[in-house]
């Protein structure tokens, strides 16, 4: 479980957070130029991908590949009568099939969270290296100035938070399949929709507490 939610998602989650901080990059750099301050593309790049974006677009990507996985695992256990016959010998299924799917998200999810950030910024200092003319050793240490504790911590928790919720949707959608092929189908596409719920709801709740609270 800990290596289908982490190693094998390696892949996709480097791709998305190395072309989210490009994109990060660019459209910064367009507006700091106005005022000859593209140095500053760091701070950006650093700040959104560690405290908010590196977590949000891991949990996305976790949520449409884990989330709906462990949806049509649970779906098809459920049309086969294994959890029936799990809870027949007195196994109980949150015991058995969802607390390590949810333990195998809340430790692999704050690890692809910290890969996604590194990716990221070194996807804005490629940009700021080849358009912008600003050294590597510059970007560096003007990350390092930005980059604070607090960023970091907040980054990670809300990566705890949103695996906690792409583990419950994927694992609740997967126990109420219903008993036929299609009912399958429909508990992964639902478990994708409401992880994504959850997770954009939550990342709204905890980024407006965090504010209120100074962090």
Same mark, same amino acid.
């Given at each position: 479980?800990?290596?289908?939610?982490?190693?094998?998602?390696?892949?996709?989650?480097?791709?998305?957070?190395?072309?989210?901080?490009?994109?990060?990059?660019?459209?910064?750099?367009?507006?700091?130029?106005?005022?000859?301050?593209?140095?500053?593309?760091?701070?950006?790049?650093?700040?959104?991908?560690?405290?908010?974006?590196?977590?949000?677009?891991?949990?996305?990507?976790?949520?449409?590949?884990?989330?709906?996985?462990?949806?049509?695992?649970?779906?098809?256990?459920?049309?086969?009568?294994?959890?029936?016959?799990?809870?027949?010998?007195?196994?109980?299924?949150?015991?058995?099939?969802?607390?390590?799917?949810?333990?195998?998200?809340?430790?692999?999810?704050?690890?692809?969270?910290?890969?996604?950030?590194?990716?990221?910024?070194?996807?804005?200092?490629?940009?700021?290296?080849?358009?912008?003319?600003?050294? &590597? =050793?510059? #970007?560096?240490?003007?990350?390092?100035?930005?980059?604070? !504790? /607090?960023?970091?911590?907040? +980054?990670? *928790?809300? &990566? =705890?938070? #949103?695996?906690?919720?792409?583990?419950?949707?994927?694992? !609740? /959608?997967?126990?109420?399949? +219903?008993? *036929?092929?299609?009912?399958?189908?429909?508990?992964?596409?639902?478990?994708?929709?409401?992880?994504?719920?959850?997770?954009?709801?939550?990342?709204?709740?905890?980024?407006?507490?965090?504010?209120?609270?100074?962090?």
């Amino acid at each position: 479980l800990l290596q289908e939610a982490g190693p094998r998602a390696l892949p996709i989650v480097s791709l998305i957070s190395f072309l989210v901080g490009l994109i990060f990059a660019y459209m910064g750099a367009a507006q700091l130029a106005l005022f000859g301050a593209e140095i500053y593309i760091a701070n950006l790049v650093g700040v959104g991908m560690v405290r908010e974006v590196g977590a949000l677009m891991t949990a996305i990507i976790i949520a449409g590949r884990t989330g709906a996985a462990y949806a049509a695992e649970i779906g098809t256990m459920q049309v086969n009568e294994e959890i029936d016959a799990l809870r027949t010998l007195g196994i109980s299924p949150i015991e058995f099939l969802v607390l390590p799917r949810l333990l195998a998200l809340v430790i692999m999810m704050p690890l692809l969270t910290l890969y996604a950030d590194l990716v990221g910024i070194l996807a804005g200092m490629t940009v700021a290296i080849s358009v912008f003319d600003i050294s &590597a =050793f510059e #970007y560096y240490v003007q990350t390092v100035r930005i980059m604070d !504790m /607090r960023h970091l911590i907040v +980054g990670l *928790s809300k &990566a =705890f938070i #949103y695996g906690i919720c792409i583990a419950i949707a994927g694992c !609740m /959608r997967g126990i109420q399949c +219903g008993r *036929s092929a299609s009912a399958v189908g429909q508990a992964t596409t639902s478990a994708v929709v409401t992880s994504i719920v959850f997770i954009v709801v939550t990342a709204s709740v905890l980024t407006i507490l965090y504010q209120k609270m100074g962090i």
